[in-house]
């Protein structure tokens, strides 16, 4: 979930206005995801609202139903960022953005603080490859953990035509969360997610389309007194992500 909404909006070339409406639809193991966010550059600085909501399948599934109740305090979601956009007449772009966070129907505990920072390079005339790289922290108004999820996705044009263009290319991501220690806990708990797949982004008068098939490793770690116990997990089925922005 934190690796959809670190994903930052969709970058502008220079001189172009920054007025931009998003949804897309994710897949996460047993549960569906959707989202919409709204973006307003108001020149010092541009702001992003942004809500999800994630229903959960296979209900008479083991699996699923402990997914299911393990997220029952994080069917919604809704946020809001601050930050500031700027890029040269290269193409190349950063983004620095403060956000919060609020998972629904949860308690207090579960809102966020996130920082972000989004740098990259478009596809120019005479550069057919674009580079994205986002950096996001996240930690929790209430103290307890913190996750840490960085992500790389470059793409080359194969087709450029004057009423649409199509880039393939690949995306990495990571992520790392960690639980505080606590005086009198029994055990620690420390959680990675390693992701890879292609990407094909499609950009049209009527705004830009990203597909994302993204196949997923799990590694758990529970740190004892005695032992390190390390779970891993890789899924045959990639997860699969669309999003559409419309600029206006």
Same mark, same amino acid.
């Given at each position: ?27 996460? +193991?047993? $549960?569906? @995801? /959707? ?9 010092? *600085?541009?702001?992003? %609202?942004?809500? &999800? ?30 930050? +500031?956009? $700027?890029? @040269? /007449? ?9 956000? *919060?966070?609020?998972? %629904?129907?949860? &308690? ?141």
């Amino acid at each position: 979930m934190f690796e959809e909404f670190g994903g930052d909006p969709a970058p502008t070339q220079e001189n172009e206005r920054r007025l931009l409406a998003a949804f897309g639809l994710s897949n996460h +193991r047993d $549960a569906v @995801s /959707s989202s919409l966010s709204g973006t307003a550059d108001f020149k010092l *600085f541009e702001l992003r %609202l942004h809500a &999800s909501q994630r229903f959960f399948l296979q209900a008479g599934d083991a699996q699923a139903q402990f997914v299911e109740n393990d997220l029952s305090q994080a069917r919604s979601t809704v946020g809001a960022e601050i930050a +500031r956009y $700027a890029i @040269s /007449s290269r193409g190349v772009y950063g983004r620095f953005a403060l956000g *919060f966070l609020n998972f %629904l129907p949860s &308690s207090s505990k579960q809102r966020w603080i996130q920082l972000g920072l989004n740098t990259g390079i478009l596809t120019q005339p005479d550069l057919p490859w674009s580079t994205h790289l986002h950096l996001g922290f996240h930690f929790p108004i209430h103290p307890g953990q913190s996750l840490l999820d960085i992500s790389l996705r470059t793409s080359r044009m194969i087709a450029d035509k004057p009423s649409w263009a199509l880039e393939f290319g690949g995306m990495l991501h990571w992520s790392y969360r960690i639980f505080a220690q606590e005086p009198k806990a029994v055990a620690n708990y420390e959680h990675m997610l390693f992701s890879v797949g292609p990407v094909m982004r499609l950009r049209t008068s009527m705004g830009t389309g990203n597909l994302f098939m993204l196949w997923r490793l799990w590694i758990d770690k529970e740190i004892t007194a005695s032992n390190v116990f390390q779970p891993s997990e890789l899924r045959a089925v990639p997860d699969l992500s669309f999003s559409w922005t419309l600029k206006f």
